[in-house]
């Protein structure tokens, strides 16, 4: 049982280029978060979606956009990269309803120079 | 800002020893929920409290949940040196009418063999 992959694990990109990170899970979860982990300010949700076709902005939007066109992938955009969106990418996915854990993927680590 | 915010940021303990953790945050909750990072990995959920519970038991593990001082401790008993991780809450903001989690800052945990 794979739960929640992130692709791809790494990745440097030049300022101004633009890139997607693909999240996957296994578990029909309707619900999936993509966070960023900076050092010393914790996980900061970006963008969430909770079902097929839906998403809403979380604490940090700007600069991303994110698309769930399949209930299993959760994909994050960022149009034209800038040195601020250098960070750890996590996405996680939970079941509907209060009280669910979140299960996270193993993070994405993006380097913009 | 974020809504939850752990103290202390860093924590140094001896095997056997106990560790806590404190939570704060700042908006009335429908849960919370602490999870565990290895370095360079994904989060793992380790136990939720209720906004209608006061303290919870899983194992080592004991949480305490006080609604009228927006604020959790998770005890961690018998440290060992695999227990050396960083340490989240996350909440559950009732604001939203959707499942949400909000991450705090997180305590970094230094078990020392």
């Known amino acids: 049982n794979a739960g929640v992959t992130q692709t791809p694990k790494f990745r440097v990109l030049k300022t101004g280029q633009s890139m997607t990170l693909l999240c996957a899970q296994d578990?029909?979860?309707?619900?999936m978060y993509w966070y960023r982990q900076d050092p010393g300010m914790g996980l900061r949700l970006i963008h969430y979606?909770?079902?097929?076709?839906?998403?809403a902005k979380g604490e940090v939007p700007d600069g991303y956009n994110v698309s769930r066109l399949k209930k299993q992938n959760f994909l994050l955009g960022l149009e034209s990269a800038a040195p601020s969106q250098t960070s750890v990418y996590f996405c996680?996915?939970?079941?509907?309803?209060?009280?669910?854990?979140?299960?996270f993927g193993q993070g994405t680590r993006l380097t913009v120079v | 800002s974020q809504q939850g915010e752990e103290d202390p940021q860093a924590l140094s303990i001896q095997e056997g020893e106990n560790a806590t953790m404190n939570c704060s945050y700042k908006?009335?909750?429908?849960?919370l929920q602490w999870y565990r990072q290895n370095s360079g990995r994904g989060l793992v959920h380790l136990i939720l409290?209720?906004?209608?519970?006061r303290e919870k038991h899983s194992g080592r593990l004991r949480v305490t949940l006080d609604t009228s001082k927006k604020s959790s401790s998770l005890l961690i008993t018998a440290s060992r040196a695999a227990d050396t991780a960083s340490y989240f809450c996350?909440?559950?903001?009732?604001?939203?009418?959707?499942?949400?989690?909000?991450f705090g800052t997180g305590t970094r945990l230094q078990v020392f063999p």
């Open positions: 578990m029909n979860h309707e619900y």
């Open positions: 996680a996915s939970s079941y509907v309803g209060e009280g669910t854990e979140a299960f």
């Open positions: 908006t009335s909750i429908n849960n």
């Open positions: 979606s909770v079902g097929e076709g839906t998403t």
């Open positions: 409290i209720r906004s209608n519970e």
């Open positions: 996350a909440t559950d903001p009732r604001i939203y009418n959707t499942d949400k989690l909000i």
